[in-house]
């Protein structure tokens, strides 16, 4: 007998189960236990940090908040933001032509893109995207921890990475926010082996900072770990994730080389204009010898320290054997700056992003809080003054090249 599954005459059709509208993963999120804690954490010091500026701003008679989106780089960013490529050009003392090439455009572009949507001034666009990059990059850094050691182990990371020396740069208008949002959602996204979301937040860390590519390195050697031979046939996705990664970084040093006529070192001598180059530490070594010999403002002291833990907390990681992106990720980071020439005050800014250094440390205090608690609660509070007193001392007191 042949029975058909067609509805009788009269019959009611048969309820059609509504449509689950498919979202991508990074997208259909549900936040850890604790990440409210650890943001808040974040939220509370940095705010702090802003407060003391403002505050450090008040009793200099400067005013308030001109720090926070007009210090250095900032200058330059909200004029790209304003009126694009091409139009500011710096003559240095000794000569040097300095342009605003040297600058990646996605923190303008995004500067402009808030301006036009909330018409609150250029200045005020351009902290509310960094401010709004720090929180996203401080529960990226949460999920990292999480997903890797636990909750106390990733809130520790949290607090440390906020309590940093430099850390107030993550609250004013620059790039370091922005670029550490994307790497740390970059890296996540290899962790959980998402490898299309990977290369394309990994293409954007490209277009946000020079040292973006050390995104797009840490998510090649992933992505090579997971095709080596033995292992079963990975995805179409981790090809492309791979081959997507340094495309944002590529892309614009090709700009720029062909905007200056020499495709290929075009963008590298833009750099050089402004003294950063790879030199192989020549001229970190110059700087430290001419530092012990003569002395320098406490600024310098502090980044040469911050320079030689950033080291030996890479070393650590190593040894901790943490995942291969994250110390690929690190330790380009690390080699960047020990290698490269340049301002060597700035040098703790381009380690800021670099916060799988912080695993090691965030490790033990994760187990002195099972152990004793309170060696973590004066540890962590002492940081976090000495962070939001040196932040409001760096940027308006000797207002220092950051």
């Known amino acids: 007998m042949i029975t058909s599954s067609a509805p009788r005459p009269g019959a009611a059709a048969p309820a059609r189960a509504p449509r689950r509208r498919v979202l991508p993963r990074i997208v259909r999120h549900r936040a850890p236990h604790g990440a409210l804690l650890a943001l808040a954490l974040f939220a509370a010091v940095r705010v702090a940090g802003i407060a003391a500026v403002i505050s450090a701003n008040a009793l200099t008679g400067r005013p308030l908040v001109r720090s926070l989106a007009h210090s250095w780089d900032s200058r330059w960013y ?12 710096w003559i240095t003392p000794t000569g040097g032509v300095q342009s605003d090439w040297a600058f990646f455009p996605l923190y303008p572009a995004l500067v402009r893109a808030a301006d036009t949507v909330l018409p ?21 850094v949460y999920l990292i921890g999480h997903h890797l050691y636990g909750r106390a182990a990733a809130t520790a990371l949290v607090a440390l990475w906020a309590v940093l020396p430099h850390a107030v740069e993550l609250t004013i208008a620059y790039t370091e926010s922005l670029f550490a949002a994307l790497a740390a959602w970059s890296l996540y996204s290899v962790l959980k082996e998402r490898w299309l979301w990977a290369g394309g937040l990994a293409l954007a860390a490209g277009l946000a900072r020079p040292t973006g590519f050390a995104v797009a390195v840490a998510v090649i050697a992933a992505a090579a770990l997971r095709l080596r031979p033995g292992r079963d046939r990975a995805a179409p996705a981790v090809w492309a994730g791979a081959a997507v990664a ?5 892309g614009y040093v090709l700009w720029v080389g062909h905007r ?23 001229g970190a070594a110059r700087f ?7 002395g320098g403002q406490v600024v310098y002291p502090v980044a040469l320290v911050v320079v030689l833990v950033g080291v030996v907390l890479f070393g650590l990681l190593c040894a901790e054997r943490a995942p291969l992106p994250l110390v690929v990720f690190a330790g380009v980071l690390v080699l960047l700056v020990v290698l490269g020439s340049g301002s060597f005050s700035s040098k703790p800014r381009f380690l800021l992003p670099a916060f799988p250094l912080l695993i090691p440390p965030a490790l033990a205090f994760a187990r002195a809080w099972r152990t004793r608690p309170v060696a973590p609660l004066l540890v962590g ?6 962070s939001v007193l040196y932040g ?11």
Request: hydrophobic share 60%.
């Open 78 to 89: 909200l004029n790209i933001a304003a009126h694009g490529y091409g139009r500011l050009i």
């Open 381 to 386: 509070g002492a940081l976090a003054l000495l």
């Open 288 to 294: 430290v010898g001419a530092l012990l010999a003569h």
């Open 260 to 282: 200056t006529g020499d495709l290929t070192g075009g963008y590298f001598s833009v750099q050089g204009a402004w003294g950063s180059r790879v030199d192989f530490g020549a």
């Open 246 to 250: 340094p495309a944002g970084w590529l």
């Open 120 to 140: 609150v001034g250029l200045a005020a666009a351009a902290l509310l995207v960094a401010w709004t990059a720090a929180v996203v990059a401080a529960y990226g």
């Open 392 to 402: 409001a001392y760096v940027t308006v007191v000797v207002h220092s090249p950051l």
